[in-house]
Each structure stands twice: as structure tokens, then as C-alpha cells.
């Protein structure tokens, strides 16, 4: 072979790209930066609302405790843990976070407006509040500020538990399914709700 012919052999061998390989690798480039950025969005939703959350969470097993302490202690009789509409003593439909009245119950016709924990002060508008760290970051200085949960909600419902014994369906009268929702707002995000489901038993 001649040294022409090994020249030109050489030549074709470092062929490059083509421009529809180039346009690929974009696309499959572009792809993956896009959901890259996407879950950074997701990151950046959860920490900006983690604290709406834990506060959700927190308010919806705080009622659920308190109506299982209710339930032990006997301060309310097994038929009375339902909605007023059905026969019981808890409100139907969403309602503010207020304090828990005279029957240390929340969530019940009788809560009461709250005061801020700690300082005693009366909160906005008589709903929940928080005290937290001002700039200092130190609690429990002047520069403490108080954050109101006034765009929290919680909704308390009861529905009866069906059994199946010898194929025969019946409702358990000794059982009741408890569902506590609390909802939030917050601008510029869709309303976010926290659920706690359970049974309760007559017996304790």
C-alpha cells in the first residue's frame, strides 16, 4: 500500500460527529437537566412549608389524644364521642383552631378564644398562636414574635365501622372510625392537609 493510500486510510477513520448525534446528546442533555431542576423545586416546596406541617401534624394528634383521654378517663360516655349532628358533642365541619373550653375537649361548641403559651398574652383574634425566636434567635427575649394560626382549620368527623361475622354484615356499635384533618394556607401554595385516621373502642 501505497503512503497515499495509508493517508486517506487514516482520514476516514477520524470521522466526527454528525448533527443528528449532536442534536440527541442536546435533547437527552436538556432531559436531564430539566429534572434535575425539578427536584430541586420539590426540596425547596418541602422546606418551605415543613414548619406549616409539623404544626398541622402536631394539632391533629394533639384532638386526637385529647378525645382518647376523654374516652379513658370517662369524662365523656362512649355515644357522646360523635359529631353534634349525631348525637355527640363535636362540631362538624372545619373550624378554627381554638382552645379547648371547660370540657378540656377541642374541637367542641364550648373551645374558647387562647392566649399565647407562656406570656399569657390574648393571641390575634383569639385563634392559636406560637411564640417564636425573633432575630436574636433566642426565645423568650423582647424580640420574640408571635405567629398566629389563624390559616390552619381542623375538621373532626365520626363514621360507624361495619363487621362481617358468618356472612352476615352488621354495624359494630363497640367502634367508631375517627378521622382529624387540619388544613393550611399559605400564599402562593395550594392549601396542604394533614390526616390522622383511627378506631376507637367502648372499651378502655
Known sequence: MTRENKSVSRHQSQRGFTLIEVMIATVIMTIGILAVMASFATAIAATASAQEDLIARHKALDAMES?????NSQQLPFASINNIANGGVFVGGPT???CA???GLVGTADDVACTAPDTGAACPGGVECLVLPGPDGVLGTGDDVTQSLSNFTRTITFGQVSQT????????QNLIAVTIAVTYIKAGWPARTYTVNALISSYH
Open 101 to 103: 373550653g371547660p370540657d
Open 67 to 71: 378525645i382518647y383521654t376523654a374516652r
Open 165 to 172: 361475622v358468618n356472612g352476615v354484615t352488621s354495624i359494630n
Open 96 to 98: 378554627q383552631l381554638l
